[in-house]
């Protein structure tokens, strides 16, 4: 019984359809973006820790996010189109087209307008002691060498 539920399972995944939209390019290109993956949302949190962390920290919308975090947005649309080695490409996209495909992320990421404090919520324990060793490490003194001895300077 486990091997055909194993079986109706594989190939229930073999038929889903991955979501994505097409964002219209100017020129009269094109991309097609997926919602982040898990992989993805990891591989962003190691790469850009302040990033993040300043978004989540002052409900950033994605306007601003776009302004102030351009090599963030430019590695999401690339993760997103499934092209994680074009990030410099998807960095000179006009501004607009970032835009709507960061807001197209978005949806496929998070459909469920709940999801995101949800996704918060659960993040908020493995996040907080990650976000407090980092404060502690930035407190702690400094060492200088002088003399060829280590000193601390408080």
Do not use: C
């Not at 989540?56 to 997103?80: C, E, H, Q, R, Y």
């Amino acid at each position: 019984m486990a091997t055909y539920e194993i079986r109706e399972v594989r190939e229930m995944l073999k038929e889903i359809i991955i979501e994505s939209r097409n964002i219209k390019l100017p020129g009269g290109n094109s991309i097609d973006v997926h919602g982040l993956t898990l992989e993805d949302i990891t591989s962003l949190l190691g790469a850009f820790k302040p990033e993040l962390t300043q978004i989540f920290n002052s409900g950033m919308d994605i306007p601003n996010m776009t302004g102030k975090a351009p090599l963030f947005t430019a590695t999401v649309i690339a993760l997103a189109v499934g092209e994680p080695e074009e990030v410099d490409k998807a960095r000179r996209l006009p501004f607009g087209a970032q835009l709507i495909a960061l807001e197209a992320v978005w949806d496929l990421t998070l459909p469920d307008d709940s999801a995101l404090g949800k996704l918060i919520e659960r993040l908020q324990p493995i996040a907080a002691p990650l976000l407090q060793a980092e404060k502690e490490s930035e407190k702690s003194p400094s060492t200088t060498e002088t003399g060829g001895k280590e000193t601390s300077q408080q």
